[in-house]
């Protein structure tokens, strides 16, 4: 067998190994030099870029949300405060299956179903918050068992947390309002403000009352924290701080015992109360019942209570004292009567002869009647107002014209805004042909202008509005704007901001005609005035106007209150100030449904001024609701 012998070339191979190991050689030395280049791009040219992320993984920038300033009455009695406690949180983006996660969470504390309906309203509103609260108000005991079992829960952290708290719940809840969860609009009006960056991580806002209007005072100032994590997400340390710098606190012109006399001394009636101190224009009390317990709105209102707060025929969440508009009744006349005297139609000792009605054209128009059947006689300007003779004003009325009713008594407040530092508030209506014209496209009438003269028709006011026309008039004319807030107290330097009194402004009037309407008012405190049982055995001189406003009319008919339903009932009121030479407190009270102002609304004003000038603690509030000996009702027929 031949075999055929092969023959190498051990030169050519030697080359072609040499030629492939160059070729390898070569491309490792750019595969390294490449290596090399991109070395150097990531540590030298983007080292600061690279070298942010990598922190970013382990470090976490957590804002620290500022202890809301807190808020007191005059006498420092603590109105709106915050307490400390830990709360159970979970961020939902390292928390992996949150249904899980809530369910194992569950087995060392516990959560309520109200607990996660409140928790899926926060994740579906899909604000970016760094973390969504779960439990609120750990004990002590939860929180060290959750403490021990932590390293099974990614993304669930207990942090310790500021809640606001109303120690007076009802009591001045809507002059002192409440802070809610921030929804879509505040963070819109936020950004559009400048201010969102303020609000990092922040649940709450200022939604109604002082803590609306002062959201700035109170709010405070965000700080942040530089945290390292571990690789779970928990806090190892912190780097470094900036603290957050405290809301600053507001004083109250406001004296919170005597709003709590006041609200109290209208037991189970709905109304309103407010007093002013006429010499500076601070607000002493502002009522408005039925109120509301601000404590419910702070960690968001469950459906059950505002259902029952939303949908209740009491309207509770209504600012009555701001937002209400009532006929003023009878306590319109002491300024009909001013004006009658200041613009030359009515002099001290002008008499007319009440019959127990009006009767337009001297005869043959249309019939008003009198409060009281028969009439009260011969009737002056004094009488008119201390028996509230409803035929002397519409007559007055009448020879007066609307438009000069509403230029004169214009000036004291009716018709337009207070501006009371606290949002919300109503203008009213001090009607004119104007008016009319553009709401209606009708002529004025001189009927309108009739009942326009006792307060009713399409005359509107506010409690506050009646508050504030009080206290001009026994300010002689001298007009302070209505303020709550007394001073503001930087948390900072301590230094003190004083609300100073605001003159607005001083109305011209003779000194004469201030001192008979005023003696007038008086003597309706006394007996043969309308509020001669509330003004009984007081140690001090008050005065005072009762009023009745219409809720419906009675087509020709008598009023006759035990055949009308109760929520359509007049309206009590009462408005007053006193010392009557030296006026430290001005008044108004309306009492919806209430009756008489004589019977109802007079004796809340009697406790508010025992109280506030004696000292003297009021009765329980059953004890209150005499009859009186002399009844006013203002009606006009329709």
Partial sequence: MNRTVELRDHQRELYYFQLRLAIVGSAVLCAFFVLLIRFFYVQVVQHDYY??????????????????????????????????????EIIPTRAGDLEQTIMDLSKLVEVTPKDRKRFQKLFEEGRDFASIPIRTRLNDEEVARFAVNSYRFPGVEINARLFRHYPNAEIASHVVGYIGRISDKDVDDLRNQGTAANYSASDYIGKVGLEKRYETQLRGVT?????????????????????????????LALDARLQQVAERAFGEHRGSLVAIEPSTGGVLALVSKPGFDPNLFVEGIDPQNWDALNNSPDHPLNNRALQGMYPPGSTFKPFMALAGLELGKRKPGFTISDPGYFALGGGGGHVYRDWKAGG????????????????????????????????????????????IDIDGEVDGLLPSQEWKQKRFQQKWFVGDTVSVGIGQGYNLSTPLQLAFATAIL??????????????????????????????????????????????????????????AWAGMNAKYLFAGKTGTAQVIGMKGQKYDESKVNERHRDHALFIAYAPADKPRIALAILVENGGHGSSTAAPIARQVLDYYLLGKEPPPPKAIAPKPSAPEQEQEDD
């Fill in 223 to 251: 700080g942040y924290e530089h945290v390292e994590t571990d690789a779970n997400g928990k806090s190892v340390r912190t780097l470094r701080s900036i603290l957050p710098v405290s809301g600053n606190k507001l004083t």
């Fill in 474 to 531: 026994a300010n002689d004319g001298r007009v302070f704007r209505p303020h709550v807030v007394r001073q503001i107290q930087d948390s900072q330097t301590d230094a003190i901001t004083i609300i100073e009194p605001q003159p607005r402004a001083e109305i011209p009037l003779s000194t004469e005609n201030v001192k008979r309407v005023r003696d007038a008012m008086v003597d309706v405190t006394k007996p043969g005035g309308t509020a």
């Fill in 376 to 419: 009260h006689g011969l009737v002056d300007l004094h009488k008119a107002i201390v028996q509230s003779c409803d035929t002397y004003f519409y007559g007055l009325a009448q020879e007066l014209g609307i438009d000069a009713i509403h230029q004169f008594i214009g000036q004291f407040g009716f018709g337009t805004l207070t501006g």
């Fill in 51 to 88: 070298h942010t992320l990598a922190e970013q993984n382990r470090i976490f920038i957590v804002p620290v949300v500022p202890n809301r300033g807190l808020i007191l009455d005059r006498n420092g009695v603590v109105l709106a405060h915050n307490f400390a406690a830990y709360t159970l």
